[in-house]
């Protein structure tokens, strides 16, 4: 399963009406650690499918969504639960590691 791009129009039903634990990428298309967390966020998504939905927020693009749910460094990722955030990190992480994060809070 690919990715979903997300914005500020339909973060709400991507997101927050989700039946699944939805894992979201705030990045920005000019961040190399961002590029870095691309292909391990793509792993987890096709290695979660079904358990979880990954979406990535661009957050040139998206500036009031970024600052509603507080990021102020990016990469951030944050796990979203029942449309409330769970958990969260910012910064680069291996694949195994983001595993780790999601199966923590599966």
Known sequence: MAEINVNSSNFEEVVLKSELPVLVDFWAPWCGPCKMLGPSIAAVADSYE???????????????L?????????????????????????????????????????
């Open 50 to 64: 079904g358990k979880i939905l990954v979406a990535k927020v661009n957050v040139d693009d998206n500036t009031p």
């Open 66 to 106: 970024a600052l509603e749910y507080g990021v102020e460094g990016i990469p951030a990722v944050k796990l979203f639960k029942n449309g409330e955030v769970v958990d969260q990190f910012v910064g680069l992480r291996p694949q195994k590691a983001i595993e780790q994060f999601v199966d923590a809070n599966l």
